[in-house]
Structure formats: structure tokens, C-alpha cells
């Protein structure tokens, strides 16, 4: 499995690290409680991955984010 580095870099934008490419999520960061609303449909608009990838990604930020960054992303 390849590493999948992510980070919320402002309060409306996911940056994910993943297979040697950096892609760029717009989103919403709400403080109370710390939750990330990402773009699902700017992460299909994305070429280069496959829908196998992009499942791949978003299930494992949804269930790694809150217990490693303390901001809870849904892909919505």
C-alpha cells in the first residue's frame, strides 16, 4: 500500500500526499467540534486515480483523521 500523507493547510483546503503526487481539496474546517467538510466531488474530478484509489483515500482519512490530526474529515 502506498503512504497517504494529508494535512488541513487553511480552513478550506485538504492537501493529500499520495503515490508521489500532491492533490489540493477545497473544503470547509468547522472548530466546534474540529471537523473538515471536504469536496467528494473535487476528489472524483481528479485524473490519475482510479475509483479504486480514490475509495482508498477517503476511507482511510475519514477513519485515520480524527485520532491522528484531532480535526474529524468527512468527504461529503
Known sequence: MEKIIYSVISRGELEIKYNGNTYKILGELIF???TFYADLSALHKIQ???????YKLVDFIE???LEKIG????FD
Not at 71 to 74: A, D, E, L, R, S
Open 48 to 54: 490519475g486515480l482510479n475509483e479504486d484509489e480514490k
Open 71 to 74: 480535526t474529524k474529515i468527512i
Open 63 to 65: 477513519k485515520d483523521s
Open 32 to 34: 466546534n467540534p474540529a
